[in-house]
């Protein structure tokens, strides 16, 4: 088991740009989840799906944001425009259904810098 | 809403001490609790969880976290700690409705003293 692969692992842009962060979640797990990393704020859940459905966006901050999750095996976070303060490392997160499987895996993390 | 206070930002303690790291939360029903480490640079791994039982759960590397319904504690314990235990540590509590949202603590830094 491979676990959870986001990609890039690093991620320096300037402000204005368009940034997309991916993530491959685990084999077989169906719900999938987006968290924001920062010092002031901790961890902040984004969004979260379900069978690829999204289920709950409530934590996205603006219409900047937008996260895919065409098929089960592959979802997208992007940003656009990017500004500084999105600068972060951004998680994903995966789990399977079931009161036993409950507590998510997590992948390494995105850090993104956004000059 | 649920939510989760860790009291401690930072704590140090010396290689071979016994550690014990605070978590709060507050939640109406039974909660899901979660004790998560998360090393420099990586993601977080999960130590342990509690869902309902015995209220002194153990997890990896040797930690143990003991549910205090009464105090509304998740306090998790190592009897001597190593210096690869340094780290961000996380409390989280979450709910089973449907859901696997989980809320997480601000995270304690521990610093082990060689």
């Known amino acids: 088991d491979a676990g959870v692969i986001q990609s890039p692992r690093h991620e320096v842009t300037e402000m204005g740009q368009e940034v997309t962060l991916r993530c491959k979640p685990i084999s077989g797990h169906d719900y999938l989840f987006w968290y924001r990393q920062t010092m002031m704020r901790g961890l902040e859940l984004l969004i979260y799906f379900n069978n690829n459905v999204p289920i709950d966006d409530s934590g996205m901050p603006e219409d900047r944001f937008s996260a895919k999750m065409p098929n089960a095996s592959f979802s997208t976070l992007k940003i656009q425009p990017s500004e500084p303060r999105d600068s972060a490392v951004y998680f994903c997160?995966?789990?399977?259904?079931?009161?036993?499987?409950?507590?998510?895996?997590f992948g390494s993390g995105t850090r993104l810098t956004v000059v | 809403a649920q939510s989760v206070t860790q009291p401690d930002i930072h704590i140090t303690v010396s290689e071979g001490a016994s550690l014990e790291l605070r978590c709060n939360y507050s939640y109406g029903a039974t909660p899901y609790l979660f004790w998560y480490v998360q090393s420099p640079g990586q993601g977080l791994q999960l130590l342990l969880k509690?869902?309902?039982?015995?209220?002194l759960v153990q997890g990896i590397k040797g930690f143990e976290a003991e549910f205090k319904r009464s105090q509304s504690s998740f306090n998790l314990r190592k009897p001597s700690v190593h210096w690869s235990d340094a780290a961000e540590y996380f409390c989280?509590?979450?709910?089973?409705?449907?859901?696997?949202?989980?809320?997480f603590g601000q995270g304690t830094r521990l610093t082990i003293n060689p």
């Open positions: 997160a995966s789990s399977l259904t079931g009161r036993s499987n409950y507590g998510y895996t």
């Open positions: 509690y869902f309902s039982g015995d209220t």
């Open positions: 989280a509590v979450g709910e089973f409705q449907g859901a696997q949202k989980l809320v």
